[in-house]
Structure formats: C-alpha cells, structure tokens
C-alpha cells in the first residue's frame, strides 16, 4: 500500500541554519504531496503542497518540490528562526485517502 | 474563520465505559477524516468519508470503535468499551476536491486518557 517515510528526528539547529527535512513516498498512481506543521497543542496545518511532478511548494520560506524519479519531497529552509520550532509531517494523498508520515520534531537554538 | 470544531477537547474516562467524540467539519467540505496520534504509532489514519459515506474504516479496530456521519455537519467516532490502550489524541480533519486534490483542514483535537 502507499505509504510515506521521512527522516527521524529530533532535529535541532541553531537560528539561521539551513534545514533539509527528508520525505519519500511510495504509492501506485500519481498522489499529490503536503508537509503539515504542528504546533504545541494544536492540529496540523497545512504548510505547502504540489500535486504534481517537478512542481514546487512554497510558503513561509519553506520549500519542496515534486521529485517523480526519486520519490522524494524533501523539506528546505534556508535560514530557520525560533519560531519554525514544532514536528514537521510529510504527507501524501491518493484517491482521497491522506497517509501521514512520523513526523520530525525541530527545535531551534537562538 | 472557518474551521474544524471538535469535543470535548479533553476526555478522561474508566476503562470500560463508552466514549463518544464529536466533530464539526468545514461547511461545504465533502470529505471527513478521523486520525490518532500517539508517541509510539505516530499518526493513524481511523476511517474516512465522502459525502457522508464512509469510504475506508480499515485502520479502526472494528470490535470497539465506530465512526459515522448522522448529518452533513457531524461526525461522531464512538468506543466502546475503551480501554487504556486507546490513550490518545484523536484528530477529525475535513477537506474538498477529488481524488488526489484533497487537503485536510485539522480540529484541535481531543486528547482521551482512559484509565
């Protein structure tokens, strides 16, 4: 079945770092792909998307784009705040059905 | 500010009762998703719907859970009888669009404890 795998965490850096979160996927078909963030306390929230090969999400100065060949859609930033601290989940959606991958938390360092 | 609304937003329960969680999703959105968050399983997918009708409840434990849809601006996830392992958060999530264009728009959640 379809399935997403990202990379464990905790990841922890300090302000201004460049941040590479890892994401693959595996599904029949063409899903589209997500990254949710979720805050302390809160449900996810939707972060950026693409629903299709070589389109790129953006949004908050994060980024990740489609990648069809290595079935990945890694998460970048190119200089992290504070605020970016919270677990990151990849996602994908097919027919409807949205699977989540483990999340990764990140903590960043002032 | 449309969002998801869930209750209880916390539930604290003896093993062996019913535990029922309400969602209110998005009006207009057709799809309904149940979830569960634990530290160790991470993220679960329970049971979905479209329009109402449940479409894949393979991930809920069928003995004791059930999921439905009495109207176009509830859905209910009820356990019975709960037992501490069903410890956790539970997310009801709606969304629009077909097929692959589904995004999920998250309730707060509803932490459950059973003791």
């Known amino acids: 079945g379809d399935s997403v795998t990202q990379m464990e965490g905790p990841v922890t850096l300090s302000e201004e770092a460049f941040l590479t979160i890892n994401c693959t996927y595996t599904?029949?078909?063409?899903?589209?792909l997500f990254w949710y963030v979720q805050y302390p306390g809160e449900g996810l929230q939707l972060l950026l998307k693409?629903?299709?090969?070589?389109d790129k999400g953006s949004n908050k100065g994060f980024e990740a784009t489609y990648r069809k060949e290595t079935t990945s859609f890694h998460l970048e930033k190119g200089s992290v705040q504070v605020s970016d601290s919270a677990v990151y989940f990849c996602a994908l959606c097919s027919a409807s059905k949205i699977i989540f991958g483990s999340g990764t938390r990140l903590s960043i360092r002032p | 500010d449309a969002r998801v609304t869930q209750t209880p937003r916390d539930k604290v329960t003896e093993m062996g009762q019913e535990v029922t969680m309400r969602c209110q999703p998005i009006?207009?959105?057709?799809?309904v998703f149940w979830y569960r968050q634990t530290m160790k399983q991470g993220l679960e997918l329970l049971a979905y719907?479209?329009?109402?009708?449940?479409?894949?409840d393979s991930g809920m434990p069928k003995d004791r859970f059930s999921a439905e849809m009495p109207d176009a601006t509830l859905a209910t996830l009820k356990i019975q009888p709960s037992e501490p392992r069903d410890s956790a958060v539970y997310f009801c999530?709606?969304?629009?669009?077909?097929?692959?264009?589904?995004?999920?728009?998250f309730g707060q959640g509803t932490r459950l404890t059973v003791v």
């Open positions: 999530a709606s969304g629009s669009g077909q097929g692959a264009d589904t995004e999920a728009f």
């Open positions: 599904a029949t078909g063409y899903p589209s």
């Open positions: 719907f479209r329009n109402r009708a449940p479409l894949d």
């Open positions: 693409a629903t299709k090969a070589d």
């Open positions: 009006l207009g959105h057709n799809t």
